[in-house]
């Protein structure tokens, strides 16, 4: 069984810096890919960012293009949500998932992903 934790979630001012991090544990495997996604109160859950891990290749939607940054911790499966310049209209529940296969897939699809995170709350005031 594969598990994710998110850690590193809080409160902070628009324009503030925040990172969240997801560590994978359990059995042993290569990620094909590993998504943040976020929901916000009354609304759907929406993709943010990934990353393929094959190659080390990013994806961002159009709205945190510029301000957030996925990397990695080569030391064990885990990556990290660099948010920058952020606004409350960030304000949500992060989650990250883990897609166990390679292959071809679609970032935003919550299928593409086989093990999920509980999300952490990031809050940002204006």
């Known amino acids: 069984q594969v598990q994710l934790v998110e850690s590193g979630g809080g409160l902070v001012q628009a324009g503030d810096s925040l990172r969240v991090s997801c560590a994978a544990s359990g059995r042993t495997f290569t990620p094909g890919a590993m998504g943040w996604f976020r929901q916000a109160p009354g609304q759907r859950r929406e993709f943010v960012g990934g990353m393929r891990f094959d190659d080390g290749a990013t994806y961002y939607v159009d709205s945190v293009k510029g301000r957030f940054t996925i990397s990695r911790d080569n030391a064990k499966i885990a990556v990290h949500l660099q948010m920058d310049s952020l606004e409350p209209e960030d304000t949500a529940v992060y989650y990250c998932?883990?897609?166990?296969?390679?292959?071809?897939?679609?970032?935003?699809?919550?299928?593409?992903?086989?093990?999920w995170g509980q999300g952490i709350q990031v809050t940002v005031s204006s």
């Open positions: 998932a883990v897609r166990t296969s390679g292959g071809s897939f679609v970032w935003s699809r919550e299928n593409t992903y086989d093990h």
